[in-house]
């Protein structure tokens, strides 16, 4: 690996102002949600300032070349983060009497997928840059003083630098992944289950289908203005049905079905000429992400049908080797996606709160692996002896 000599630390407010070539060739674009046109549809449709993000992504380049990025965004509250502070921002003000906000978050807006948040060129030197792209993030939040620093969703690679080597402090969490283990199509992925589990998803996907729908899967160069159009009043909707703030924009759909369709995965249900509902996700090299759901009838099991059973099947059918279908979600345990840990790392400016929060972790943790083991008693799938 190469050490280049001559390393400058910059900040960029917009990813305009970034090479989307060179931004794109660092480590960790086999997340799509990393893209530099996904970040900066974010910037440039309406999704990120009146929600509280404001970016402030840290450069490092060698001789006016890109060879280190790390998103990085001013927050002003804790929406759309999916790592949960909101008692930590009330403890903040009771300890230090000052408001937890503003505060540095390194992740992509609201988007619990894990992925690298240190993006270095291959060639170079991997933990010279990582430092410097955290000292670069701790400058910041030093000359900007903010509460913290919290970088959410990380790698393995990510987690064991900022943790182990920079004395961050991990928080951890736990997501429901579905793994693909060589299934040579759906049935052999459901021979795999338990017999009663391999029972209702049947069931389910036979009661999904009999009133008649017709399932279409789409890229972004099938998806044309009006699909985008028609799914974004089924994304819109169900964010008004639980009193939601819909953050993407129509035209942020449009313009990443644009600038990225290889990576669209649009499953959308039609029920003759109308379309009555639609799932979103994002592919990228081995896996697929889910994200958004909408529908504007009941159908019985149609948001199972749509967001994993035939997710699961266009992931077996392209080879990817996982599924990642958002966060939370005890009910798809039965449907074959297991209980699987997620990190964050923090970085706490006031010493008094970083110990108290130190305090909390240290409960939380064994809490959370409690729960997971127990979630895991609950897998669908064969025992060994069941064979």
């Known amino acids: 690996m190469n050490t280049p000599h001559t390393l400058l ?12 070539v060179e931004w794109n060739q660092l480590r960790g674009m086999e997340n799509p949600f990393l893209h530099h046109e996904f ?18 992504h840290v450069l490092v380049h060698s001789e006016q070349r890109l060879v280190g990025a790390m998103p990085l965004y001013l927050k002003l509250n804790s929406y759309g983060e999916f790592v949960f502070d909101w008692s930590w921002a009330d403890a903040y003000q009771r300890v230090t009497g000052k408001s937890y906000y503003p505060k540095l978050v390194s992740t992509t807006p609201y988007t619990p997928a894990t992925g690298a948040r240190l993006l270095i060129a291959p060639d170079i030197d991997w933990d010279t840059i990582a430092h410097l792209l955290l000292d670069g993030a701790l400058a910041l939040a030093k000359k900007l003083d903010v509460s913290g620093l919290h970088v959410l969703f990380t790698d393995c690679m990510d987690t064991d630098f900022l943790i182990e080597q920079r004395q961050f402090q991990s928080r951890l969490g736990y997501q429901f992944h579905w793994d693909n283990e060589d299934y040579q199509d759906f049935d052999d992925f459901l021979s795999k289950l338990t017999s009663k589990r391999r029972k209702q998803i049947k069931k389910e996907r036979r009661e999904a289908l009999q009133s008649g729908l017709t399932i279409e899967i789409l890229d972004g160069h099938q998806a044309t203005a009006q699909h985008w159009e028609i799914f974004h009043n089924f994304y819109c909707s169900t964010f008004e049905r639980k009193s939601g703030v819909p953050t993407l924009s129509l035209e942020f759909f449009k313009m990443i079905g644009s600038s990225m369709p290889d990576n669209i995965v649009l499953v959308m249900a039609r029920m003759q000429d109308e ?29 199972f049908e749509l967001c994993y059973y035939q997710t699961i099947d266009y992931c077996i059918r392209h080879g990817l080797t996982r599924f990642e279908a958002g966060a939370q979600g005890e009910h798809k345990i039965s449907r074959g996606f297991l209980p699987t840990p997620t990190w964050s790392a923090h970085w706490l400016a006031d010493n008094r709160f970083s110990q108290i929060v130190q305090r909390f ?20 799938f ?6």
């Open 9 to 20: 630390i910059n900040y960029s407010q917009s990813l305009a102002h970034v090479s989307a």
């Open 361 to 380: 972790l240290t409960q939380e943790t064994p809490a959370i692996e409690a729960y997971m083991a127990e979630l895991w008693e609950h897998s669908p």
């Open 39 to 56: 970040l900066l549809a974010l910037e440039e449709q309406g999704c990120l300032h009146q929600y509280g993000w404001q970016p402030f």
């Open 382 to 387: 064969k025992e060994e002896e069941e064979e």
């Open 275 to 303: 379309y009555v509902a639609s799932a979103f996700n994002l592919r990228g090299t081995h896996t697929l992400y889910g994200r958004h759901w909408g529908c504007n009838a009941h159908f019985p099991h149609l948001h």
